[in-house]
């Protein structure tokens, strides 16, 4: 199992990041800690595919609006509340978003919409991404000592608990 994780650990965590990023990079700074991956690999290879990811997700909706607003359509409140949450906190909205379970992804997208420009987004995305990279990173790979020292000799164990307690948190926030 290790092996496989060394092999193909970045490679999974960047198409995981692409999309969204926070469980994977997580499970990243857990496996870091004890040894299977490096935690600054880890981040960059985390953080340059989350940024990926939104940058395309802009570029998608500002040069194809018609078939972004299709896309949205069917998570209406949570496009509302994206909408809400630009109002609200402009530019820094785009920091928030990297942090909140559901609207990671509509946030890109709504700006793309938007006569939001297109530098100015890339600047703060460069910049949202890069400290969530360092603070869910760093604070996964410090979680990774209490959680395997927990479970000192089942490693894998623990990360399921992790995965388990993730997916419950995601499920929760799904509901609200």
């Known amino acids: 199992m290790e092996e496989l ?21 997580v499970f990243a700074g857990v496996l870091s800690y004890a040894g299977d991956l490096n935690i600054y690999i880890s981040m960059l290879v985390a953080g340059v595919s989350n940024f990926l990811g939104d940058q395309f997700l802009f570029t998608l909706a500002r040069k194809n ?25 402009g530019s820094f909205v785009v920091f928030i978003q990297k942090y909140i379970y559901g609207i990671k992804t509509l946030i890109p997208l709504a700006m793309g919409l938007t006569k939001y420009s297109g530098a100015k987004f890339l600047v703060f995305n460069a910049f949202a991404t890069a400290l969530w990279a360092i603070v869910v990173g760093y604070a996964s790979y410090t979680a990774g000592e209490y959680i395997l020292n927990s479970a000192e000799d089942f490693k894998y164990y623990g990360l399921a608990i992790v995965a388990v307690i993730l997916l419950l948190v ?4 799904r509901k609200i």
């Open 170 to 173: 995601s499920y929760f926030f």
């Open 5 to 25: 994780i060394r092999d193909w650990g970045y490679v999974a965590l960047f198409a995981y990041s692409f999309g969204g990023g926070f469980v994977g990079l």
């Open 65 to 89: 609006k018609l078939y972004a607003k299709d896309m949205m359509k069917k998570y209406g409140r949570k496009v509302a509340l994206a909408h809400i949450m630009m109002r609200k906190y």
